[in-house]
């Protein structure tokens, strides 16, 4: 099994910045995917970003685009996201996924392609 755990949320003001973590560990996987992926209260979970292990390929939702950096460390096992310049809309619970297989760019997008969770981490950004 892997375990997958989110660090880094909190309470921001708009325009600041959050890093957030995901360390990985359990039997841990040096191939496939891991991504992030946000839920707001009444909204359905919705991609934000991946990253490919090997690769270091990165993909975004186009509303993070230039705000939002994925990133990882291989000898860390951890996945980051770095968000600048936030907004009130950013705020949603943050959930870090993964998985053993990579798929095309709009596979990985999809919450299903995921065997592997974390907990969620909050962020909130006051206006």
């Known amino acids: 099994q892997v375990q997958l755990v989110e660090s880094g949320g909190g309470l921001v003001q708009a325009g600041g910045s959050l890093r957030l973590s995901c360390a990985a560990s359990?039997?841990?996987?040096?191939?496939?995917?891991m991504g992030w992926f946000r839920q707001a209260p009444g909204s359905e979970r919705e991609f934000v970003a991946a990253?490919?292990?090997?690769?270091?390929?990165?993909y975004y939702a186009d509303s993070v685009k230039g705000r939002f950096t994925i990133s990882r460390d291989h000898a860390k096992n951890t996945v980051y996201l770095q968000m600048n310049s936030l907004k009130p809309e950013h705020t949603a619970v943050y959930y870090c996924?993964?998985?053993?297989?990579?798929?095309?760019?709009?596979?990985?997008?999809?919450?299903?392609?995921?065997?592997?969770w974390g907990q969620g981490t909050q962020v909130t950004v006051s206006s």
């Open positions: 996924a993964g998985d053993r297989n990579v798929g095309d760019g709009g596979l990985i997008r999809r919450t299903g392609w995921y065997g592997y």
């Open positions: 359990g039997r841990t996987f040096s191939t496939g995917v």
């Open positions: 990253i490919i292990w090997t690769s270091g390929s990165t």
